[in-house]
């Protein structure tokens, strides 16, 4: 079922946003991709096999994410992966739209931003790790500005669990340098996706030097270069992708 000759690619979120994008420039550059997201494949995809390497998954549920590996496991037959990206995110708001800080979160939320930002990469880390020891891959983990400044918009549990998210990528990159497994994050700023607030538009102006939002397809490329040859020597590192914003 997968090309023996190319690359296998799995991308977390891929239905929409950020992950899309990521999903089509691997595919355009000949790489095998299976995609990850609770919605079934959409049938605007520009490739008709992707529908057979799509693996239905609820990230905030540990079962859910065990049998999803069960499934991505038999789809690669013993063959290696060559990267992950973990790009699924979530980021609640408050009844009216608005941020949650810490002391408003419930707790329940507070859990649930963990799992899906936080707990479900270093689960798919786990049990896709022979896979990519097989495939000396590359693991790549979507973090965010909010990691590492206070942002307007974005809530507490949101940048608490993406600064979990950097360090974990730090700790797995120790870890896993010995087996050739690569392990980077990059942190997008204001990318035009619908994870967006309303009044990004005028944090834009203020805060980002280059005065424009992101587009999908720039991370998408450099996910791509982190998991490429070109960044065989990268590991452990973490490329801020925001117009300048974290200057
Ligand atoms: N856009 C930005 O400006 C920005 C900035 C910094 C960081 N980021 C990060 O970049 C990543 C992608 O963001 P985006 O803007 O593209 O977000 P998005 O448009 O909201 O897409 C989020 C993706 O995550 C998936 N997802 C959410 N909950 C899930 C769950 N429980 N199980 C499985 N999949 C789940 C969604 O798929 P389904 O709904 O189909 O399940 C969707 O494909 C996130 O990690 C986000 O934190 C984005």
Redesign the pocket.
């Given at each position: 079922m997968l090309d023996p000759e190319k690359p296998v690619v799995v991308v977390?979120?891929?239905?929409?946003?950020?992950?899309?994008s990521i999903v089509k420039h691997f595919y355009d550059q000949g790489w095998e991709v299976i995609t990850?997201?609770?919605?079934s494949f959409s049938t605007q995809c520009p490739w008709a096999e992707g529908i057979i390497k799509h693996v239905r998954?609820?990230?905030?549920d540990k079962q859910s994410i065990r049998e999803a590996c069960e499934d991505l496991r038999e789809k690669l037959n013993g063959r290696g992966l060559n990267a992950l990206v973990n790009?699924?995110?979530?980021?609640p708001k408050d009844e009216d739209g608005n941020r949650l800080d810490a002391t408003k979160t419930p707790i329940d939320t507070f859990l649930a931003v963990q799992h899906?930002?936080l707990i479900?990469p270093l689960m798919l880390a786990q049990e896709l790790l022979e896979p990519l020891k097989i495939g000396k891959g590359s693991i790549v983990n979507?973090?965010?500005?909010?990691a590492h400044h206070v942002h307007q918009f974005a809530g507490a549990a949101?940048a608490v669990s993406?600064a979990g998210l950097s360090t974990l990528t730090r700790e797995l990159a120790h870890e896993l340098g010995e087996t050739g497994i690569r392990v980077n994050a990059v942190?997008?700023?204001?990318?035009?996706?619908?994870?967006?607030s309303p009044g990004t538009d005028e944090l834009v102006q203020t805060d980002v030097p280059m005065k424009r939002l992101?587009r999908?397809m720039e991370?998408a490329e450099v996910v791509y270069f982190l998991s490429s040859e070109h960044a065989s020597y990268v590991t452990g590192s973490e490329i801020h992708i925001n117009g300048g914003q974290h200057i």
């Amino acid at each position: 079922m997968l090309d023996p000759e190319k690359p296998v690619v799995v991308v977390t979120g891929a239905s929409r946003g950020i992950g899309h994008s990521i999903v089509k420039h691997f595919y355009d550059q000949g790489w095998e991709v299976i995609t990850m997201a609770r919605t079934s494949f959409s049938t605007q995809c520009p490739w008709a096999e992707g529908i057979i390497k799509h693996v239905r998954v609820d990230l905030s549920d540990k079962q859910s994410i065990r049998e999803a590996c069960e499934d991505l496991r038999e789809k690669l037959n013993g063959r290696g992966l060559n990267a992950l990206v973990n790009n699924a995110g979530i980021s609640p708001k408050d009844e009216d739209g608005n941020r949650l800080d810490a002391t408003k979160t419930p707790i329940d939320t507070f859990l649930a931003v963990q799992h899906v930002n936080l707990i479900a990469p270093l689960m798919l880390a786990q049990e896709l790790l022979e896979p990519l020891k097989i495939g000396k891959g590359s693991i790549v983990n979507v973090s965010s500005i909010a990691a590492h400044h206070v942002h307007q918009f974005a809530g507490a549990a949101y940048a608490v669990s993406k600064a979990g998210l950097s360090t974990l990528t730090r700790e797995l990159a120790h870890e896993l340098g010995e087996t050739g497994i690569r392990v980077n994050a990059v942190a997008p700023g204001e990318i035009a996706t619908s994870i967006l607030s309303p009044g990004t538009d005028e944090l834009v102006q203020t805060d980002v030097p280059m005065k424009r939002l992101g587009r999908p397809m720039e991370v998408a490329e450099v996910v791509y270069f982190l998991s490429s040859e070109h960044a065989s020597y990268v590991t452990g590192s973490e490329i801020h992708i925001n117009g300048g914003q974290h200057i």
